[in-house]
């Protein structure tokens, strides 16, 4: 006997991109119902995704599974492995609609075929007129299934606009990725730290201002181990009780993003980092400098933002030395990779300050404006921000551009400097510099050949401070305590 129309691939597209997308949950929920799908694990599936949806919980394979266990129905679906086929199978889940239009009319040609069937066998054992006039008009009621598009129309009386949560405003948008671009060794892990470092201490960076603490995850696979990078972390004054290191193999397929997605839910994570995105990327998709193939993998992990609420900080490496004019068509994907996330920030080296980074917010969206650059610098492990320096990207700042000085006016600042003094703090040494208009890569090349050191252990205030730690001040005036 012939099967009744159904199309597996549809349900299996249907219900993976309900896994993966807040939207498609609630829109395959609102359109579908268990009788719609032709087999039975589908069914089971569904109704699966229904209770959880109902409970407020993620409509995960990690949720899927255990409440399929729950109810004793995962071997009857065909257990982990076909819940992990399924979400593989979605092509994408933006459209959903179209795949619930495409179960709904195999439903109800099903349907048809029954009721069909049913009046046949009323008119062929007999049936008078009013008994097959009966019967065809007993449950006839259908769906009429439509192909046109679907726009949202709302009331002014009961519209509720957007109202965008940050993490750190305008930076860094709650349930949102965002992307840090920036060619190698211009310190982007030491910069995602920093900023981990504050909010896990309930901290704001660069102002530096009180917020509630933040649980961060921080997923790597680069050469550098967890305990390096809890190094740096602590270097920059981090809750070690707030932070979350993740070293082991995981890619950004369906499964991998349901184990990140349970982790978030279950340790109230409000921050994940991944460093470095290309490593995560490798494995499930042919070519991860195509931007196709990657917004698929970007549609499923802003569904996992969206129903977690918590902020993607992805961390991307773009091209060597290729950096600087064109900056939003630069690296992995392209412009289309980067128009995937809400927000980027660019990190560039100072063009005349020798260890001093730029960044800049190179995108907005409708409801986050960009956010004003800001400089800093690595001292040891600690990033300290630069204030009231021009951006030198910038072409329309009026702000005088500071002059690269050379290394023997440096040294002749300092050792006038150190004749007076036997330790000066970083922000006395900046000021004195600044008046003088040295520029901080001559500065340091200076320390650096006359031995002076930096430090800030043994000092309760924290700030870092120059001088002669470990022997005598050579330029200190005779008859004065070097370490007075």
């Known amino acids: 006997m012939r099967e009744p129309p159904h199309s597996l691939e549809m349900e299996m597209a249907a219900l993976g991109a309900m896994m993966f997308d807040g ?60 819940l992990v086929q399924v979400a593989d199978f979605v092509p994408s889940p933006a459209n959903i609609v179209y795949y619930c239009e495409q179960v709904i009319e195999k439903s109800e040609i099903r349907k048809f075929r029954d009721y069909a069937t049913h009046l046949a066998r009323v008119v062929d054992r007999g049936g008078d007129y009013d008994e097959v006039f009966a019967a065809a008009h007993k449950n006839g009621q259908f769906r009429k299934l439509t192909s046109s598009i679907e726009a949202e129309v709302f009331d002014d009386a009961t519209f509720e606009p957007v109202e965008v949560s940050y993490l750190v405003e305008p930076y860094l948008p709650k349930g949102k990725c965002i992307l840090l671009d920036g060619e190698g060794g211009v310190s982007k892990s030491t910069l995602t730290l920093a900023w981990a470092a504050a909010l896990t201490s309930g901290r704001i960076p660069i102002a530096n201002t009180l917020r509630e603490p933040v649980n961060v995850l921080y997923l790597h696979k680069g050469e550098d181990t967890s305990k390096e990078l809890g190094t740096v972390f602590r270097g920059n004054g981090g809750d070690f009780k707030r932070m979350h290191f993740y070293r082991e193999p995981i890619d950004f397929d369906p499964k991998g993003l349901a184990m990140v997605e349970d982790y978030i839910v279950s340790h109230g994570i409000g921050l994940v980092i991944v460093d470095a995105l290309f490593y995560f990327l490798q494995g499930i998709m042919p070519d991860v400098y195509n931007a196709l193939p990657a917004q698929a993998v970007m549609q499923r992990l802003q569904g996992v933002t969206e129903r977690t609420q918590a902020t993607f900080w992805n961390i991307r490496h773009t091209r060597k030395g290729e950096i600087g004019t064109k900056a939003s068509e630069l690296g992995m994907g392209s412009v289309q990779f980067r128009n995937s996330h809400r927000g980027q920030l660019l990190v560039r080296h100072h063009p005349t300050e020798r260890f001093v980074a730029v960044v800049t917010d190179e995108k907005g969206s409708i409801l986050t404006k960009r956010g004003e650059p800001f400089i800093y610098r690595r001292e040891g492990l600690e990033v300290q921000y630069i204030l009231n320096m021009a951006n030198p990207f910038d072409s329309q700042s009026s702000a005088p551009t500071q002059k690269l000085g050379k290394v023997k006016d440096a040294e002749g600042l300092l050792k006038r400097l150190f004749s007076k003094a036997s330790l000066y703090t970083r922000e006395q040494i900046d000021e004195e510099r600044k008046a003088e208009n040295i520029s901080y890569y001559a500065l340091n090349s200076a320390r650096e050949s006359l031995g002076i050191e930096s430090t800030k252990h043994g000092y309760s205030d924290g700030k870092y401070r120059w001088g002669f730690i470990t022997r005598v001040n050579p330029y200190l005036e005779e008859g004065l305590d070097p370490f007075e």
């Open 23 to 82: 939207v498609a949950v609630t829109e395959g929920l609102k359109r579908l119902v268990t009788e719609d799908f032709y087999r039975p694990s589908h069914q089971e599936i569904f109704k699966a995704m229904q209770s959880l949806h109902t409970a407020g919980k993620p409509v995960s394979i990690e949720f899927l599974v255990e409440h399929l266990k729950t109810a004793k129905k995962l071997h009857d679906i065909g257990n982990e492995d076909y």
